[in-house]
């Protein structure tokens, strides 16, 4: 889905989703790239795919020249609009009639207008989860589970059921599996896409218009995945939920959700980078109840007395540790990373919010309810932390992330880890 918005010519023109628009295109890529050069809308319109002004449309596909390119193939799933290979720049520069692109998968700019998150359109109903990774045979016993945005489970990463294999433009960090001091090297790996836009929490419905209806279906997305888990590993003895950012907020509800189904193994939570989502009243009722119907979809144990105003992501924590006692908890984050929360900060304390400041208030609100929660938390505003030589490099206080995860999936409990000098650099060093 792409959100189109028509601009003066000679604006400035910013590459972010539109915050309103003047029509929606419902399309696949390829063949909004496929109509760019022409004028004829006549099979965009055949297939009831504008919505809006079509002439906002037609000024869009008739002004821009896609260059052929090596690079286009993407991959079957996208999140936030991002593929394995990037847009073509002339999706990035529009020229004559300045007109603003939306991201792929995007009815809104966000949760701030509608309380829909922004990858609420482009489920592929096809496609529970993009792949099982199996590792060494006598690893078999061994476990992760992926979900979220990046890695450890981005959208960019297809490991695909046939060929069972990391792409090549993720092979490093997380995904080398050949690094002896990898601490997943060797397991076997399930990675679960993420475009249903809430969390892997909802099973609702919502109406946009008359011809657009979002299926926030993430719960049934994820619950399939540990579906096959159980039936595919019924002996694991150790399994590893990993998820970052938009596949970190539920991964410990889904930690307490392996447990109910392997309840002989040992089962780890690593959530990354989404400490700082706040419990905020207005965002528990509006978002996780109204918007994505989680309150009402998850398990009594999940809630377990709590009203809706009252669920809020860091009970996530609390609630999961209630649940299952012997479910080793754990969250990573960059102190300042703007990207892990760009979402939410309408909900958050402070203007610009303290990040930080909000990672550690959550932190002790979950560790007041009696929960151990272990966390490692570094300086700087990055956001890749499994992408690339971070996984494997980073130190914080001496100590290396890759070596407090060894400690931590082997029953050896680490210390925190926290960063003394956590000022963020001028900019974010990635995106």
Known sequence: MFGVRLTPAGAEVAHEPPGELDAVLVTTTDALLAAFGGDDLAGLVATGAIIGDPEIVRLLVANVRVPASAN???????????????????????????????????????????????????RDPRVTFSGDHPGHPSAARRKVECGGSGPGCSQDDNWNE???????????????????????????????????????????????SPTLTVQHRGLVDGTAVLDYLAAHYPNATQVVVIGKTAGSIAAPLYGGLVTDRLPHATVTVFGAQSGAWPNNPDFNATVLDQAWGAYHAVPAWAINGLTVRDWGIPQFWVQAAHH??????????????PHAASEVTEWMPGHPPNLLAIIDANEAEIESARVTLHSYTAPGANHEIFEGGDFLDLKVNNARLVDWLKQLVTGKPPSDVHCDQCDPPTAPTTK
């Open 72 to 122: 286009q193939s993407a991959t079957a799933t996208s999140h936030l609009g991002e593929t394995s290979g990037r847009p073509p720049e002339a999706l990035r520069k529009v020229t004559q009639h300045r007109v603003r692109l939306g991201s792929p998968c995007l009815v809104d700019a966000g949760v701030r207008r509608r309380p829909r998150s922004r990858a609420a359109i482009c």
């Open 162 to 208: 046939q060929s069972a294999e990391s792409p090549n433009h993720h092979q490093s960090g997380f995904f080398d599996l050949t690094r002896a001091d990898n601490p997943f090297a060797g397991y076997s790996i399930i990675y679960a896409s993420s475009c249903t836009g809430d969390a892997y929490l909802g099973n609702v419905a919502q109406k946009i």
């Open 324 to 337: 299952a006692p012997r479910l080793v908890l754990s969250r990573f984050d960059y102190a300042f990373d």
